[in-house]
């Protein structure tokens, strides 16, 4: 795609796999776009090799200048860190963006920093891959993907921003942030830990003989997908969505009891037939 892109420059302050794949996506949407590139000089090198940025700043108030778009990719706790700093050097009028998978932390500390000059909007692609970092950059990672938007969806610049991931194949969903932390912490928090606990199940089954791991099929693997994920990427998530966290874990051990007790009744079947339809409706929605 090219044309008028709806920012004129952009800073990408962390440029791994979600900053680094927004970069690249930007980049390949509007060529004409100026992307500058935030983050350590050896992850610099990989993104302007990659083609993701236009040029690398190793100083914050480099990266900057002149941006009418800051997309903020770090992990949870480095954005509330960096949050005051980016308060007081980013641009009047620009737009300041997240992408962090938690919310509420978030953009309550942004409603206390950003009260005037720069907007900020809470933002979290609902996208990924269990392996970080700019080498797995894709462009096409949002292409399809909900992406949630929280905050003033009046503003013009957040509408500039909605024309953008509308342009990158994302499809806008606005929510408010308590929302948004309940909702994820069923659909993404929940699997990824339950992939954890079904990791540490098979680990501690597992004899000298190396069974039953090495008896495992594809079926395993797919189940075992967001068990690569690493914990430093994790930890923030579930310090920022602890209650959130706990009830869907909460409403697993519940499901996971309930099934055990239907194991010779009729009702196992209901269970099966009710999970046929979950994954069915998922299906449907790709």
């Given amino acids: 795609m090219s044309g008028e892109p709806p920012f004129r420059s952009a800073a990408v302050l ?6 680094g794949s927004f970069a690249l996506a930007l980049r390949s949407a509007f060529p004409s776009l100026t992307v500058a590139g935030w983050d350590r000089p050896e992850v610099l090198q990989q993104a302007v090799q990659r083609g993701a940025i236009s040029h690398a700043s190793p100083g914050l108030p480099d990266a900057l200048s002149g941006a009418e778009l800051i997309y903020l990719a770090l992990p949870i706790g480095a954005t509330l860190d960096l ?59 949002f ?59 098979v680990n501690d089954e597992t004899d000298e003989t190396g069974l039953p791991l090495s008896l495992a099929g594809s079926g395993l693997r797919d189940a075992l997908r967001l068990a690569g994920s690493p914990y430093a ?5 579930c310090l920022t969505n602890r209650e959130n966290v706990a009830r869907s874990l909460d409403r697993m051990m519940q499901a996971l009891e309930h099934l055990r007790a239907s194991l010779t009744s009729r009702e196992l079947e209901a269970q099966f037939e009710t999970a046929n339809r979950v994954y069915k409706s998922l299906r449907e929605l790709d």
Avoid at 97 to 111: E, F, I, L, M, P
């Fill in 233 to 237: 990427l994790w930890r923030d998530v």
């Fill in 83 to 141: 949050l005051p700093e980016l308060a007081r050097l980013v641009p009047a009028g620009a737009l300041v963006t997240d992408a962090a998978s938690t919310k509420s932390a978030v953009c309550r500390a942004a409603g206390e920093l950003f009260r005037e000059g720069a907007q900020f909007l809470g933002g979290h692609p609902l996208a990924g891959r269990e392996t970080s970092g700019i080498e797995h950059a894709d462009p096409a990672l």
């Fill in 14 to 19: 962390g440029t791994g796999l979600i900053g």
């Fill in 143 to 201: 292409r399809g993907a909900k992406y949630a938007l929280v905050g003033d969806s009046a503003a013009p610049a957040s509408a500039r921003f909605e024309t953008l991931l509308r342009a990158l194949g994302a499809e806008p969903v606005w929510l408010d942030a308590d929302t948004h932390d309940w909702a994820v912490g069923i659909v993404s928090h929940l699997p990824q830990l339950a992939a954890v606990a079904l990791a540490g199940v």
